[in-house]
């Protein structure tokens, strides 16, 4: 049972990145996803979530209109679509399941319990 995050690299500020969050060993669709990051010296954020339907999801201020959060459940991924970049992105990049996170929990870090490894996104200015 694990996720595995993938899709980070080094882009120019402006330009754009899709992270995938696949899961093996079980299936996504009873399972909220959220997006965190963390950078160096800081404490990780929440970025994003999305409910087990996809039906709802939520977007930290710092990338609201530039960030959008999808899931595929016949592929067992979830997706972070990251446009408009800013050297502030700056981060690894985790994904966190839980079927019980939603809701204003799904921000906060304690309320998953299963992570995937973390992908580097460095944003060049």
């Known amino acids: 049972v694990q996720l595995q995050a993938s899709g980070g690299g080094l882009v120019q500020a402006g330009r754009s990145l899709r992270l995938s969050c696949a899961a093996s060993?079980?299936?996504?669709?009873?399972?909220?996803i959220g997006w965190f990051r963390q950078a160096p010296g800081k404490e990780r954020e929440g970025v994003s979530c999305?409910?087990?339907?996809?039906?709802?999801?939520y977007y930290a201020d710092s990338v609201k209109g530039r960030f959008t959060i999808s899931r595929d459940n016949a592929k067992n991924t979830v997706y972070l679509q990251m446009n408009s970049l800013k050297p502030e992105d700056t981060a690894v990049y985790y994904c966190?399941?839980?079927?019980?996170?939603?809701?204003?929990?799904?921000?906060?870090?304690?309320?998953?319990?299963?992570w995937g490894q973390g992908t580097q996104v460095t944003v060049s200015s």
């Open positions: 060993g079980f299936t996504l669709d009873n399972y909220v």
């Open positions: 966190a399941a839980d079927p019980l996170a939603w809701g204003p929990r799904c921000t906060r870090s304690d309320a998953y319990h299963l």
């Open positions: 999305i409910s087990s339907s996809g039906g709802s999801t």
